[in-house]
């Protein structure tokens, strides 16, 4: 089996913290999660460590399919990194995630030419494997788009 990648290894790793360790570690086995309040129930994305409904501190991670559709996007043409000069133009994405409770994941459109993306286009998450303990959630269009 062989990893597939969309972005350089170069690419800066993402800062984990207290409050997102539970995320990365369910990105690790590819399962995509949010926030869930344990007091209201109210879903959030990125992680944080207070309910913004309720101020409640304690929260779980509910499992979401990893489908969802597109708020909005933009598409990059400027390389950030120099080994990011190939991979221009890309698209970075704001996904509404199918039964997240209104929570959305930023992430990447890959596998499609910027034109193919529209808002409300719909997307499956796909997982890009960083390192031994480092997968991120990219999202590729699905099918019956336009
Ligand atoms: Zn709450």
Not at 84 to 101: H, I, K, N, Q, S
């Amino acid at each position: 089996m062989t990893a597939t990648r969309w972005f350089p290894e170069s690419m800066p790793v993402p800062a984990v913290t207290a409050d997102t360790l539970g995320w990365w570690e369910a990105a690790a086995e590819h399962r995509l999660v949010v926030q869930a309040c344990s007091g209201c129930g109210r879903t959030r994305h990125p992680p944080s460590p207070m309910c913004p409904a309720c101020r409640g501190r304690s929260s779980s991670w509910k499992e979401v399919p990893g489908t969802g559709s597109i708020y909005t996007f933009t598409v990059v043409h400027q390389a950030f990194l120099p080994d990011l000069a190939e991979r221009v133009p890309y698209v970075v994405a704001v996904v509404d995630l199918d039964e997240g409770g209104g929570a959305r994941l930023v992430t990447n459109i890959v596998d499609a030419a910027p034109a193919e993306v529209v808002i409300g286009g719909r997307v499956g998450v796909v997982w890009e494997d960083m390192g031994p303990e480092l997968a991120v959630p990219r999202a590729r269009l699905l099918a019956g788009n336009g």
